[in-house]
């Protein structure tokens, strides 16, 4: 396995690792592992732009909703835990990527950044959302992508920031139109600060860097939004990334095949791409089994089997967007009133159906 991070990351932002997924873990035998990383299930808040509570999700009605079966940890401990599990049989490489792929009918030549190379039965390329190995098979990423007119920041930060007097087992949105804030204490007393907002133009933004764009979209806030700008711009490590699908008609050519947002990136309002990339990963090492000898019947096998639950993931992210991001104040208010009437049978319906169908036999049915 190769890795171009220099070395295991930890961190990383808040995860709610659930349906497909987590019943892989239960079978991979390393749910112990991610138990251990948990993060506690908070009272998830919602205040207004001067910090008054409009809402609140109490921490059995959130676990009611996601349906119990689920973790939530940052991604770099369900990494750590994916990394523990596979080292006593794979040799992981860092710092490491693939900079030549030639294939014929028996196996893939493949030449790495180090200078080494080497003959393998089968690539998995499951290198993310920007996948190399995508664009030196497939073809290039705009090819795929479906923009979703958002852009996602998220950061590590080493405390909450002090005005928001946070209970530790309180996460606080806010929310706006058009734009949101997110602020989740951590188990060891730092803090995830996560900002998703509508754009009209993502290059523009990305060319600008996460500091200034903050500024741009979040500077006319108060209540602790300036705290939490200042706090984000000493930090050196900032996801910033469009919010976007990858569409492919199928995910293996010959031996080469995608894996994860390489392959199907559902986008972040999914709630599932962690979970679907290990999910994926399982029930591919399962068709491999099942079809010894024969990657070509295993690949198409696989596609077929993972394919239903992967586009009705895509689809309900669509539906969701609403609910990271409201498009107008009517959405807004729903969301409002969702969070207000959470004990209540339709809202918790309509939860368990969001978080439900994150399972293989919802997707099929
Ligand atoms: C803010 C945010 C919140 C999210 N919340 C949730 C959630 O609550 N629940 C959920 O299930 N999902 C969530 N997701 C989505 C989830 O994080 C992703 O779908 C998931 O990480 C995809 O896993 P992956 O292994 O396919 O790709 P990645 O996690 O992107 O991993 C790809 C790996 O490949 C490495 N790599 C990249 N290029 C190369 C290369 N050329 N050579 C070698 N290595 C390379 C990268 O360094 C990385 O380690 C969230 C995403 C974001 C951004």
Known sequence: MVE???????????????????????????????????????????????????????????????????????RGDLEAALHRALSDRARLRFGTTVTRLDQDDDGVDVGFSDGTDGRFDLVV??????????????????????????????????????????DAAQSVGVGLVGRGVGITPTADGRCAAFFAFRTDDVERDLREGPVPTLRRVYGDLGWVVPDLLTAVAKEDSIYFDRICQIRMERWHQGRVVLLGDSAWCVSLFAGSGSSLAVGGAELLGDVLD??????????????????????????????????????????????????????????????????GNNRRAAASS
Not at 15 to 42: C, H, K, M
Not at 300 to 318: G, H, I, N, T, Y
């Open 290 to 355: 099942r079809h010894h000898g024969d990657p070509s019947g295993a690949l198409a096998a696989w596609e077929a089997e993972f394919r239903p639950l992967v586009l009705s993931r895509q689809r309900e992210a669509l539906r969701a967007t609403a609910m990271f991001v409201a498009p107008n104040a009517t959405a807004l208010w729903l969301r409002t009133m969702a969070f207000r009437l959470s004990g209540s049978r339709p809202v918790r319906w309509a939860g368990r159906r969001f978080f």
């Open 125 to 166: 390329g499951a290198d993310g959302l920007h996948s190399q190995v995508r664009a030196a098979v497939f073809g290039p990423e705009e090819r795929f992508r479906a923009d979703l007119g958002h852009a996602v920041i998220s950061c590590l930060l080493p405390e909450p920031p002090r005005a928001a007097r946070l």
């Open 4 to 74: 171009k991070a220099p070395g295991p990351r930890g961190g990383g932002y808040v995860v709610n690792f659930s349906g497909v997924g987590y019943e892989a873990a239960g079978r991979l035998g390393i749910l112990p592992d991610l138990e251990r990383a948990e993060q506690p299930t908070p009272e998830l808040v919602y205040v207004d732009e001067s910090g008054r509570r409009v809402a609140a999700l109490p921490p059995e009605a959130h676990a009611a909703l996601v349906g119990g079966a689920s973790v939530t940890l940052l």
